[in-house]
């Protein structure tokens, strides 16, 4: 699990790196359309190449946006879940040193569910990790 937390961090750190650049980016070449836009001299092709790229930057900038909120959601997810783990762990030491409980099913069943909800969390940064990727390549001819 903490292999995964770092993932996520690392991340998430190259993510919002790339917003703020594409923010920077994004906000010069608005300026550029904005003036083109409103340009008398300016065709009609020329305004609308100057829409549409404007449109696709707002586009990017809200894909990247959404990203890194997914990423921050699954961030506190695996926190959470991390907690859990060492939570129950704790309770799990404690109720076996008092000799209450001698290895019980429930606790055995939660440690389950944690397993399986590391799992689920890993299998979605992965994903995210992917769809990222392809997301990257199908737009590269943008750039």
Known sequence: MDEVLEMLQKFTKRLEKAVEETKEASAKQSA????????????????????IGKTLELDRMERLNSQLSLLYALQIFAFKV?????SVGKINEQLVQSGVLQKSGEVEDIKKN??????????????????????????????
Do not use: C, P, T, W
């Open 82 to 86: 991390k907690v859990l783990e060492v």
């Open 32 to 51: 550029v359309y904005e003036q083109l836009f409103a340009s008398s001299e300016a065709s009609q092709e020329q305004k609308l190449r100057a829409f």
């Open 114 to 143: 944690i397993d399986a909800l590391k799992i689920l969390i890993e299998a979605h940064y992965e994903s995210m990790k992917e769809i990222n990727e392809n997301q990257n390549r199908n737009l590269g001819y943008i750039h």
